[in-house]
């Protein structure tokens, strides 16, 4: 299908399954101000330029498969690349998700530079972390990676116990293979440490206004994560909708998300071209 014809083709589909019938006009203060999905923001202090949303490859990701691998190599190529076409400039994978792959498959259609790349290791392991980078550069098809986040921290201590896996990242950051390194945290104590650590440049982390899948109540984990900004920390937001929780209340989930005032950006992975769009459209609507 040629390219036009595949964006007329979706741009036609069914609304999203998961829209709700939240008004945002109930919601948000009056303003002439509002948010764009495609506003190029900056994580942090990293100098990376991308857009406020991510296209998100992991829903239910474990054991290499996620929602969105399941839609084939060129279903999710497509999605991205058509992402892409409506601004979103930030892809975001895992080795877990095992859309590595798919995400090659999208790079084809768009100039590697215009993208950022932010990926996932599960290895606590020096010499497992350098090999992972070097496979997931293959996977991709790239000759670097712009984010390698430490997937999934839990431990305490962390960042003195895995301080040989952490230099591994720094020497390949120093030498230009990735340019930017942090973690993606599963427990609050974990995430207290990436906060004030000195190595973390990106925090991936769980929040949404009802405490869902998330490290801790609301306020606390908004707290930890005000700390992380202030110390130039690129402030990444998950779980907007609560893996699912929020579904029926969308626009109250992104309304809370970008009006904290702390997440530089957030990654959200919609199933469908139709998802897609509906989660542009009310991002859109949300007043700053």
Partial sequence: MKRRDFL????????AAWVGTTSFARLAPASTMRFRASDTIVLG???????????GTGTIGSGHHSNQT???LKGLGDLLWRGYDNGLRFFDTADSYGSHPHVAEALKHIPREKVTILTKSDSRDSAKMRADIDRFRQELNTDYIDIVLMHGMTEDGWTERFRPTMDVLSELKDKGVIRAHGCSC??????????????VDIILSRINPIG?????????VKAVLAEGHANGKGIVGMKILGQGDMRTRQDEALHFALN???????????????EQSDLISRIAQVNA
């Fill in 186 to 199: 599963h427990k609050l104590e974990a995430l207290k440490l990436a906060s004030t650590s000195p190595w």
């Fill in 212 to 220: 869902s899948h998330m490290d801790a109540d609301p306020d606390t």
């Fill in 8 to 15: 007329k083709t979706t741009a036609m589909g069914a609304g």
């Fill in 260 to 274: 904290l005032g702390i997440l530089h950006a957030m990654t959200i992975g919609a199933e469908s071209a139709s």
């Fill in 70 to 72: 399941a839609l084939g």
């Fill in 45 to 55: 202090k990293t100098e990376i330029k991308t857009s406020r949303l991510a296209c």
